[in-house]
């Protein structure tokens, strides 16, 4: 598997601990609506792990793969990830989300040719698409 990481961060499996840090994230309301178009309020950290963590007993989803952004001391500054992965169709839909303070240093940008590189070469997917609102700057 190529190389998963920058010379300022690295991309790795979301965690259960990273949960906390994106519940204060998502308790923006104008960074949340940027990265979930259908939320309508924000998210509390029951919310989060209730909408992110599998359910006890399950089959692990695989129509979905997230990675943390993580700096090289570790710091949680953002995650990316691939969801409604078809095999089928190989095909999916590209996400990324960014911590405010963290943003317009290129994070983004790196974080996601990492993760097409992951999508194209490792998983076989032909076609990625990403959703984003106008305003989202």
């Known amino acids: 598997m190529p190389d998963r990481q920058s010379a300022e961060f690295q991309l790795r499996p979301l965690e259960s601990e990273d949960l906390a840090t994106m519940a204060g994230w998502f308790q923006n309301v104008s960074d949340l609506a940027c ?73 983004g940008i790196r974080s996601l040719a990492l993760l097409l590189d992951f999508a194209f070469r490792q998983i076989g997917l032909n076609r990625i698409t990403s959703y984003y609102r106008a305003d989202n700057t």
């Open 35 to 107: 990265f979930d178009r259908a939320a309508r309020s924000p998210l509390n950290l029951p919310a989060i792990e209730q909408a992110w963590s599998p359910p006890a007993g399950t089959v692990p989803n695989t129509s979905k793969c997230w990675f943390s952004i993580v700096t090289k001391t570790n710091a949680l500054c953002g995650i990316a990830g691939l969801e409604n992965i078809s095999m089928v169709n190989r095909d999916a839909i590209i996400a990324l989300f960014i911590e405010q303070s963290r943003r317009r240093q290129g994070i």
